[in-house]
DNA sequence: ATAGACCTTCCCATGATTGGAAGGTCAAGC
DNA sequence: GCTTGACCTTCCAATCATGGGAAGGTCTAT
């Protein structure tokens, strides 16, 4: 199978394809005569893989750590639960700070008319004055 | 003053000062003699703008407006709200992704038992398979 | 044989930020 | 007046994940 249509059935491109195997996370395709990288169904169940924890958030470091346990059959699932409850804490302090944020803009903007007048809170905020 | 006292006095770092310069965000600062920038209150007022702005989320392409409106003394406010909820809505679809994301890792690692065994619904999911 | 679709590597760009190197300037103490 | 150390300058590079594109080689169907 050629880089394309294991891009095609793993959802994941060409491009990334080729910078996850720089990058080690997927070990060095092998190559035909012609240099074309060569893919087996093994290969796209990786990539699928990848793609799927992607979708999910992790981080390439941290897809890393999930595909050696993935390839472990032997790992306890408490190795694998660890990986993953660190990344729902990133995504719960993440999702905290953007909703302080939010309440701090969504006050701002409701106590600014939004008409024809210059005056507006939410600059004067911004530039921690009065004018 | 020299960009370091700037820079203590706004929050923003001397890199990112000269950053924003180059990005145009800030006016060129006046130069000594010597080469040194020079700034003055109303620089590091305008840098602990950028400075606020940044903390609530905005990107430099967003603060460029509302430096462009904080400028403008009869800006109608309408045009800075405008630019504010834009923001807000941004940052509700960022958080209900997040917010998704999360509950699927949640129920993931729920169905995890986390101990010696190697049974692990969470690699399973990431697989798309049943091993 | 030729066209067109595919592949290769290499470089560049994004956005915000930090780090560092090489070299010039300034202020304080001796 | 000179040295020292803290500051400044510009330039280059790296981060992370991704896409764009150029120059050139390969494959396949007509």
Not at 92 to 118: F, N, V, Y
Request: aromatic share 6%; proline share 3%; charged share 35%.
């Amino acid at each position: 199978m050629n880089i394309g249509a294991a891009a095609d059935a793993s959802g994941v491109s060409a491009k990334m394809i080729r910078y996850y195997e720089e990058k080690g996370l997927i070990p060095k395709a092998k190559r035909r005569e012609s240099g074309y990288r060569d893919y087996g169904d093994v290969d796209v169940h990786q990539l699928r893989f990848i793609h799927r924890a992607r979708e999910l958030g992790f981080s390439t470091e941290r897809i890393r750590d999930l595909l050696r346990l993935w390839n472990d059959r032997k790992r306890p699932s408490r190795s694998v639960k660890k990986v993953a409850t660190a990344h729902i804490a990133e995504l719960e302090a993440q999702i905290a700070r953007m909703r302080g944020l939010l309440a701090t803009l969504k006050h701002l903007a409701d106590s600014c008319d939004g008409d024809d007048r210059p005056h507006c809170p939410i600059l004067e905020d911004l530039g921690g004055d009065a004018r």
